[in-house]
């Protein structure tokens, strides 16, 4: 006959499932989570984001974003993967578009700009989350993502150069080098564009200018 547990077997067993996923009010997952993170760091940067605002927009408890990440960074690390994969898809998207080389590598550049700017913390999370990581697996990511991206934009390009739009005496990996310091400045350097605002203007009313700018700076420098 099964012996009746006694009251230290209970706390041990207690003491063991605790260590499980947290019990609270509704299902609360990981990639809601993720979800959760991905729109606070629209308006917080990561520095300032804690376990406890995630949870609170998650609707869950603190102690989900130890269970399901372990750390903020690691937390971090998984927001910046998608983020960054989220715009190799993005800019692949925008330049399928039924026109010339021309229109496909500007509507590349707008979306890039529109992408950085709605998603402010992806630099800072890729440079300081993934470029920062040692690991192999983090390394065989950053490889991942930077070819993919590249690989597209080089298909612009060669389409270019082959109908005759584009010029062939540049190097298209400084070009494409050239195009994110562009489009992922504009992020940073928000601030800075206080100081050169006209009376009456907005920052919101430069950056909607910026995105064509860039465009037509880098289809006119290697026009044939």
């Not at 993967?81 to 800019?91: D, F, I, P, R």
């Not at 050239?178 to 992922?184: N, R």
């Given at each position: 006959?099964?012996?009746?547990?006694?009251?230290?077997?209970?706390?041990?067993?207690?003491?063991?499932r605790?260590?499980?996923?947290?019990?609270?009010?509704?299902?609360?997952?990981?990639?809601?989570?993720?979800?959760?993170?991905?729109?606070?760091?629209?308006?917080?940067?990561?520095?300032?984001?804690?376990?406890?605002?995630?949870?609170r927009?998650?609707?869950?408890?603190?102690?989900?974003?130890?269970?399901?990440?372990?750390?903020?960074?690691?937390?971090?690390?998984?927001?910046?993967?998608?983020?960054?994969?989220?715009?190799?898809?993005?800019?692949?998207?925008?330049?399928?578009?039924?026109?010339?080389?021309?229109?496909?590598l500007?509507?590349?550049?707008?979306e890039?700009?529109?992408?950085?700017?709605?998603?402010?913390?992806?630099?800072?999370?890729?440079?300081?989350?993934?470029?920062?990581?040692?690991?192999?697996?983090?390394?065989?990511?950053?490889?991942?993502?930077?070819?993919?991206?590249?690989?597209?934009?080089?298909?612009?390009?060669?389409?270019?150069?082959?109908?005759?739009?584009?010029?062939?005496?540049?190097?298209?990996?400084?070009?494409?080098?050239?195009?994110?310091?562009?489009?992922?400045?504009?992020?940073?350097?928000?601030?800075?564009?206080?100081?050169?605002?006209?009376?009456?203007?907005?920052?919101?009313?430069?950056?909607?200018?910026?995105?064509?700018?860039?465009?037509?700076?880098?289809?006119?420098?290697?026009?044939?």
């Amino acid at each position: 006959m099964p012996r009746k547990p006694t009251s230290s077997t209970v706390k041990k067993v207690r003491k063991v499932r605790g260590k499980g996923r947290p019990s609270v009010e509704g299902a609360v997952g990981r990639q809601k989570l993720i979800d959760a993170t991905r729109e606070l760091l629209r308006t917080i940067p990561p520095a300032r984001l804690t376990s406890n605002d995630i949870a609170r927009a998650a609707g869950g408890d603190r102690a989900l974003v130890r269970y399901y990440f372990g750390t903020m960074a690691n937390l971090f690390s998984v927001v910046a993967s998608e983020l960054s994969a989220g715009l190799v898809s993005s800019l692949s998207t925008a330049a399928k578009v039924d026109n010339n080389a021309t229109d496909k590598l500007r509507h590349r550049i707008q979306e890039f700009v529109r992408y950085e700017l709605e998603n402010p913390a992806l630099h800072p999370l890729y440079t300081e989350q993934l470029l920062s990581d040692q690991s192999a697996a983090a390394r065989k990511l950053v490889r991942r993502i930077a070819s993919e991206g590249h690989l597209t934009f080089e298909a612009i390009i060669k389409e270019g150069r082959r109908s005759g739009e584009f010029r062939k005496d540049f190097d298209i990996r400084l070009l494409d080098i050239a195009i994110v310091g562009l489009c992922e400045f504009i992020v940073v350097g928000q601030p800075i564009l206080e100081a050169w605002l006209s009376p009456g203007e907005r920052v919101s009313d430069l950056l909607t200018h910026y995105a064509d700018f860039v465009a037509d700076l880098v289809v006119n420098g290697i026009r044939s």
